[in-house]
């Protein structure tokens, strides 16, 4: 259906959608912040969909949830550990999950401000209500200012597509 080469130094990454069969659409995304190529499929039928994403995880060199937060505890520092934590945002399901919100949040707390600014993009790629109050306690608190101006940012376009102004 269409093509977009990416841009690393405009921040977008290569990205190509399939429709696969009536209503149903493939989108493979190289998301240039982590590093990570990644497929969303979507359509009417959710079991079509699902014995999708099980052929492609099959298919595919592919990790699990499982695999991701694992990636995290097995993380050095610094930027490794900003990549892991983003691609366990990345791999984030629609509905919320308790692990995988406890693993980013624990990002929040790491020493590096570089980490901590990375940890608040994870929360983009699943934007759960119940990030809202970590993010204002972020904006709030934390030591560096680039952090908390981002944590703030990312509250505020939450807060508009949770239609919550508070």
Same mark, same amino acid.
């Given at each position: 259906? $269409?093509?977009?080469?990416?841009?690393?130094?405009?921040?977008?990454?290569?990205e190509?959608?399939? $429709?696969?069969?009536?209503?149903?659409?493939?989108?493979?995304?190289?998301?240039?912040?982590?590093? $990570?190529?990644?497929?969303?499929?979507?359509?009417r039928?959710?079991?079509?969909?699902? *014995?999708?994403?099980?052929?492609?995880?099959?298919?595919?060199?592919?990790?699990?949830?499982k695999?991701?937060?694992?990636?995290?505890?097995?993380?050095?520092?610094?930027?490794?550990?900003?990549?892991?934590?983003?691609?366990?945002?990345?791999?984030?399901?629609?509905?919320?999950?308790a692990t995988?919100?406890?693993?980013?949040?624990?990002?929040?707390?790491?020493e590096?401000?570089?980490?901590?600014? *990375?940890?608040v993009?994870?929360?983009?790629y699943?934007?759960?209500?119940?990030?809202?109050?970590?993010?204002?306690?972020?904006?709030?608190?934390?030591?560096?200012?680039?952090?908390?101006?981002?944590?703030?940012?990312?509250?505020?376009?939450?807060?508009?597509?949770?239609?919550?102004? *508070?």
């Amino acid at each position: 259906m $269409s093509e977009r080469l990416g841009d690393e130094d405009a921040g977008t990454g290569y990205e190509m959608t399939w $429709s696969m069969a009536p209503a149903v659409i493939l989108h493979y995304v190289e998301d240039v912040v982590s590093r $990570s190529g990644h497929v969303h499929v979507t359509g009417r039928d959710t079991a079509d969909i699902e *014995s999708r994403v099980e052929t492609l995880g099959r298919e595919l060199d592919t990790l699990t949830m499982k695999e991701l937060t694992a990636a995290v505890g097995e993380a050095g520092a610094g930027p490794e550990l900003a990549r892991a934590l983003l691609r366990v945002g990345l791999g984030a399901p629609l509905a919320f999950d308790a692990t995988v919100f406890d693993v980013i949040r624990g990002g929040l707390a790491n020493e590096d401000a570089m980490v901590r600014q *990375s940890t608040v993009y994870a929360t983009t790629y699943s934007p759960w209500r119940e990030w809202l109050p970590v993010l204002r306690e972020v904006a709030r608190d934390d030591p560096s200012a680039d952090v908390r101006e981002l944590a703030a940012a990312t509250a505020g376009q939450l807060e508009q597509l949770d239609g919550d102004e *508070s």
